[in-house]
Each structure stands twice: as C-alpha cells, then as structure tokens.
C-alpha cells in the first residue's frame, strides 16, 4: 500500500501500467560499433562498478537522489529477493541485473534501445500540442532518464519508430550523413500508375522547394493504391510532399523498417520491445540480414 501511494504520486501509476503489449562510410561505421561493444564490454565488466543505493535507483528513472531514498528506505528496493534498506548501500552493478521495485521487476540498464510500432493519433514528443504523446505509452521512467524518439514520425503516420537516451546512437541514427534508409509503404487516393512510379524513381521537385530534386533509393508497388518507398532523407512532410508533386494523395503512411530492420512480426500498434545488444550493433552498421523477432 505503501509502495503504491508513493508511486502513485510520483509516476501516476506508470509502473503498474508497464507491459509490453544507405551508404556509411567503413571506417565510420567500425568505429561506432566498436565503440558500442567497447561500452557494452565495459558493462559487462562491472565488478569494479560499484552504485550507492540511491544513485542506482536514480540512474534508472525513479527520480531524485532524495525521492530514491525514500523509496529504499521505506522497503521498496530490493535485489535478489533480499531488501535494499540502506540508501548509501554500494552495489554491485552488472548489466541486465534484475531488481525490484515495490512489486514491479526490472533489468539495469546503461541506455534504453527501444523499437515501438507506433500507433495513429500520437505525437512524438513529451509536450504533445494536439494529441496524446508516444511517452504514455511507456513506463514513466522513460522520460525521467532522458529517453527520446530517434527521429519522428507525424501523428497519423503508424509504424516503427526508435527511442533511446543514447545520445550518440541517436545522432547516428539521424545525421544524413550516415543515410540510414527509411522504408514506407504508402497508400494513396488514386491508383499508382507506371507514370508514378516513373516519377517518384526519377526523383521529385518539391513544389514549395523549388530546386530542391528529392529521390528514393527504391519504388514498388505492392497493390492497387499501395506503393513502397524507400529513403535516405528526412525531410518534413516528405513522403507527403513527393506524393503531392505527382498529382495524387496520401491516405495512409507507415513505416515498415529502418536501417534494414524490419517492424518486429507481431509487435501491435502501441507494442514496444527492448532491442538487443546485437539488434543496435547491426542498426549502427545498416546491415541487418532478417527481421527482429
């Protein structure tokens, strides 16, 4: 009862809601890499990484140092079954360590690597204008240790989309320089036609850009009004605009894969998973060989 007045009013009941339903040049590519295992390695190794009780609950999200301690000392920290009374206690932290909360299980983490199939009618941001925000569907953790979306996908686009607090995955993931492809599938008002898809592969003027030549690394139709269009920018309202220029309309717009990963199979509309140390190695080298699961 404790535990959940307390979490009540700090996270409004978040924890309980917690479930879960192209080129890059060699060198650049070795070195992120590198330089993500090379992290991972160090956390691998975290004998020698020693936490106070306090800090541990406060590099996951739970709030302030001071919020933290209330909560441990109030008996709501615990590892391996054995309560965690003690604020200033050192532990031992190792990455993918279980701990609990109250009566909520969880894994330490360095940085959250998350892919969230994204549903219409959300904003991808914390102080949406017009709509719900995509952080409600997460625990409210999240947004304490500075998760945000990896790019952003407009309200009524669905599909997949990435977050992390891993400021230079982020980076990596959204400079043009690194041109991470972006598959859509889009359906359209009026039939796709030869012209069209003509069109959009010869690349497309943005009529509110004059000059400015935008082209997809790849266009197929799939059916009737459905076309799929791969790309490697990220402009506003791009898929929109190029569509507009070539005389039809989008109806709908998702997002299929990212850097060659697929949406997960399964994943519903406001699903989310944690990705793996592997599944973010092969983002940051763009060459993901099947799907996430």
């Not at 993918?96 to 009618?121: C, D, H, I, S």
């Not at 459905?226 to 402009?235: P, R």
Request: charge should be neutral; hydrophobic fraction near 40%.
């Amino acid at each position: 009862a404790k535990f959940a007045a307390i979490m009540l009013c700090r996270f409004g009941g978040a924890l309980s809601a917690f479930t879960h339903a192209p080129a890059m040049r060699k060198a650049q590519t070795g070195a992120l890499v590198h330089r993500f295992s090379s992290l991972r390695m160090m956390s691998a190794a975290a004998s020698s990484k020693k936490l106070q009780a306090d800090k541990f609950l406060q590099s996951q999200g739970f709030g302030s140092r001071k919020f933290c301690k209330e909560l441990i000392e109030g008996g709501l920290m615990s590892i391996g079954g054995q309560e965690v009374l003690d604020s200033k206690e050192k532990i031992e932290v190792q990455e993918g360590m279980e701990f609990a909360v109250g009566e909520e299980e969880w894994q330490y983490r360095t940085n959250v690597y998350v892919v969230l199939n994204k549903p219409a009618g959300y904003e991808c941001s914390n102080k949406p204008s017009a709509h719900a925000s995509i952080f409600e569907l997460f625990p409210e953790q999240f947004q304490v240790r500075g998760v945000q979306s990896v790019g952003r996908l407009d309200q009524d686009t669905t599909g997949m989309l990435l977050l992390s607090d891993d400021g230079q995955f982020i980076h990596a993931m959204t400079s043009p320089k690194r041109e991470k492809e972006k598959v859509y599938h889009v359906t359209v008002k009026h039939p796709v036609t030869p012209e069209l898809v003509d069109s959009l592969s010869a690349g497309v003027e943005l009529k509110d850009e004059p000059g400015t030549i935008v082209t997809p690394t790849a266009v197929k139709q799939l059916e009737e009004t459905l076309v799929e269009l791969s790309l490697t920018e990220g402009k506003y309202h791009q898929v929109k605009r190029m569509i507009a220029a070539c005389g039809n309309r989008v109806e709908k717009l998702h997002r299929a894969s990212i850097a060659g990963m697929e949406l997960p199979a399964g994943l519903e509309e406001g699903g989310w998973k944690y990705l793996t140390e592997e599944e973010v190695k092969q983002l940051l080298s763009g060459h993901l060989q099947a799907s996430i699961k």
